[in-house]
């Protein structure tokens, strides 16, 4: 079943957002879209610039894999430094399908 992930955080102090962004693209072009089940990946900016980002994957099982290595990755490390990780929470949920 499809799944769709949520991350809702906030950037360490004094770090630029458009900065965030370009490594936030980095990210999801050399590590989030190569992996398996990925299907897309959409980032928000609320006015106090939060940030919010909601991954689809094909599969809950798509989504433990990469959530799994996601920490470890060389890829993931300039993204996650500029995460203030005291502010993060996260929730997932199977995408409702309409006959």
Not at 5 to 13: G, I, M, Q
Not at 50 to 56: D, N, S
Not at 60 to 85: H, M, N, R, S
Request: glycine letters at 6%.
């Amino acid at each position: 079943m499809t799944t769709v992930e949520t991350v809702r955080f906030r950037l360490n102090d004094g770090l630029d957002v458009s900065d965030f962004l370009k490594l936030n693209q980095k990210v999801e072009n050399e590590y989030m879209a190569l992996r398996p089940g990925f299907v897309s990946r959409q980032t928000a900016l609320s006015e106090d610039n939060e940030v919010l980002v909601v991954v689809t994957w094909a599969s809950e099982k798509d989504a433990d894999a990469t959530i799994g290595a996601f920490y470890g990755a060389p890829e993931t490390q300039d993204f996650l430094a500029a995460v203030d990780k005291s502010t993060v929470s996260s929730g997932r949920y199977s995408l409702v399908e309409y006959a």
